[in-house]
């Protein structure tokens, strides 16, 4: 359900995250005052993954894009403060783009993504 919710809310909200800039790993959101920026710690060796983020109120996306010509299989951890939330796993297929999701439960000020690919 929680799934579920998120896509719906990342569906509802395309035209609004079409206007999110990417800044040297970190993305703000112009949207308002609900916006925080979103550092990503990219680590794919050998592989050529790309990152943007996004964020709708407390439910936090990175979109991931295999450039590459192999499968990558990455995992995705969010940190919120002392909120660790559970790993989101996610397979890519080349040329493919892959949105790994996670709603807060606390205030965010800044998140942090860990993301962590490998071949699969």
């Known amino acids: 359900m929680k799934y579920l919710l998120s896509l719906c809310l990342l569906t ?5 995250l079409a206007q ?3 800044n040297a790993g970190v993305t703000t959101d112009p949207l308002g005052p609900g916006a925080f920026p979103i550092e ?3 680590q794919a060796e050998g592989l050529d993954i790309e990152t943007d983020t996004s964020n709708v109120g ?3 996306a990175v979109i991931l894009t295999n450039q590459g010509e192999q499968r990558a299989q990455c995992t995705v951890t969010f940190h919120n403060g002392p909120e660790v939330a559970g790993p989101v796993r996610v397979n890519i297929a080349p ?3 892959v949105e790994a999701t996670e709603s807060l439960q606390r205030a965010v000020i800044r ?3 860990d993301v962590e690919c490998e071949r699969a």
Not at 12 to 16: N, R
Request: proline share 5%.
């Open 20 to 22: 999110t800039t990417l």
């Open 40 to 42: 990503v710690d990219l």
């Open 95 to 97: 040329g493919a783009q």
């Open 12 to 16: 509802l909200s395309l035209p609004l």
């Open 111 to 113: 998140v942090r993504a």
């Open 58 to 60: 407390n439910v936090v």
